[in-house]
């Protein structure tokens, strides 16, 4: 089992900035990749951002230029920056990690408990 725990989520005015966090904890595990994927009211999740662990990254279209995804492997934590930030990017954040178990030796995805972000004046 491997538990995610997010953090950095609020209210901020139009073009404003705000800071992501998402670390992973667990035992006997390693991490494909890191994501952040986002769900607004009455919309399906769709992906924000994600980076692999060797630092390959790719971005949804509607936030390149403005979000920046990161991470400490050594800490199993991922960071999502995000500047220039508009209302369409209010929803919930959610950190999701693709996770080697080497107990079973099997790949899980896991997900956070998700973060609001609310971007309004």
């Known amino acids: 089992q491997v538990q995610l725990v997010e953090s950095g989520g609020g209210l901020v005015q139009p073009g404003g900035s705000l800071r992501l966090s998402c670390a992973a904890s667990g035992r006997r595990f390693s991490i494909n990749a890191m994501g952040w994927y986002r769900q607004a009211p009455g919309k399906e999740r769709e992906l924000v951002a994600r980076i692999s662990s060797a630092g390959t990254t790719n971005y949804a279209e509607s936030v390149k230029g403005r979000f920046t995804i990161s991470s400490d492997n050594a800490k199993n934590t991922a960071y999502l920056q995000m500047n220039s930030l508009k209302p369409e990017d209010t929803a919930v954040y959610y950190c999701?990690?693709?996770?080697?178990?080497?107990?079973?030796?099997?790949?899980?995805?896991?997900w956070g408990q998700g973060t609001q972000v609310s971007v309004s004046s």
């Open positions: 999701n990690a693709e996770v080697f178990e080497m107990i079973s030796s099997t790949y899980f995805a896991y």
